[in-house]
């Protein structure tokens, strides 16, 4: 893996409060330079405890939800009501619980056909992005991510089509191993991010962060933004083995 620091942490929820004071470090920065903020949200589970702690009365008051736009490094393909939506979890824990205009939410439609799910998805974050005079690639402020035992981050599983696509944005992705579809950012979209966030809590991630860590080749390793920061946030659980 490329430049990285890697912070760790007693805990899931001393990790989400410093989370939070990072995606809002970034928010501001990014608000005052542009006057927005686009940040990419991580799915599974690890997220839920950060999406709730920015959604508290101590740290919503700190965000102008006004001005940031929240996206997602993938989705399950699955309706938006399904207990498998990326896009449900971050509703619940986060988006019901601040004042931000629906207009800012731009999900994934993977209910649909995964390839055009895929297709409008890539156009909205280039016409996004392109109404905001971004020249080449998008580049988000924030890409939050997280680790799978087997080292997929997003949806770049081990050996899937999707983790070497070197021109589209977003891809669908089928995954043999899930059985399932889904859509995904690629790398060299999230690559061009100004920061890139893994978020790593739990035992069963300690085989994959040491792999991380050391340089193997796993998916998340391809995450090595060209000029972004990259962080790895861990609890003593996932970093136990280092
Ligand atoms: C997803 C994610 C995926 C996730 C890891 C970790 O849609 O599942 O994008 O990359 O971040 O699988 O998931 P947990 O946080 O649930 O362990």
Redesign the pocket.
């Known amino acids: 893996m490329g430049r990285f620091e890697l912070r760790t942490f007693d805990d899931i929820g001393s990790l989400a409060v410093h989370a939070a004071d990072i995606f809002i470090e970034i928010a501001l920065k990014a608000i005052s330079e542009k006057g927005y903020f686009t940040v990419a949200l991580?799915?599974?589970?690890?997220?839920k405890r950060l999406y709730e702690t920015l959604a508290s009365e101590e740290f919503k008051q700190k965000i102008d939800w006004e001005k940031t736009h929240l996206f997602w490094?993938?989705?399950?393909c699955v309706c938006p009501e399904s207990s498998e939506s990326?896009y449900r979890g971050a509703n619940a824990s986060l988006i019901t619980r601040i004042d931000i205009p629906a207009g800012n939410v731009h999900r994934i439609k993977a209910e649909l056909e995964p390839k055009l799910a895929a297709s409008l998805y890539e156009k909205e974050i280039i016409d996004f992005f392109s109404k905001y005079g971004a020249d080449s690639l998008p580049s988000f402020d924030l890409v939050l991510?997280?680790?799978?035992?087997d080292g997929?981050?997003?949806?770049?599983f081990p050996s899937t089509k999707a983790l070497g696509e070197s021109k589209r944005l977003v891809v669908e992705n089928h995954v043999e191993k899930l059985g399932a579809w889904?859509i995904?950012m690629t790398l060299p979209l999230v690559n061009s991010a100004s920061n890139c966030v893994f978020?790593v809590?739990?035992k069963?991630?300690a085989g994959a962060l040491k792999g991380l860590l050391a340089g193997k080749d796993i998916p998340a390793a391809r995450i090595r933004p060209a000029k972004g920061r990259l962080l790895v946030l861990a609890d003593k659980d996932a970093a136990g083995g280092l």
């Not at 991510?145 to 035992?149: F, N």
């Open positions: 991580s799915g599974g589970s690890t997220p490094g993938d989705e399950r990326n991510l997280g680790l799978g035992a997929h981050t997003l949806s770049l889904r995904t978020l809590s739990g069963e991630k």
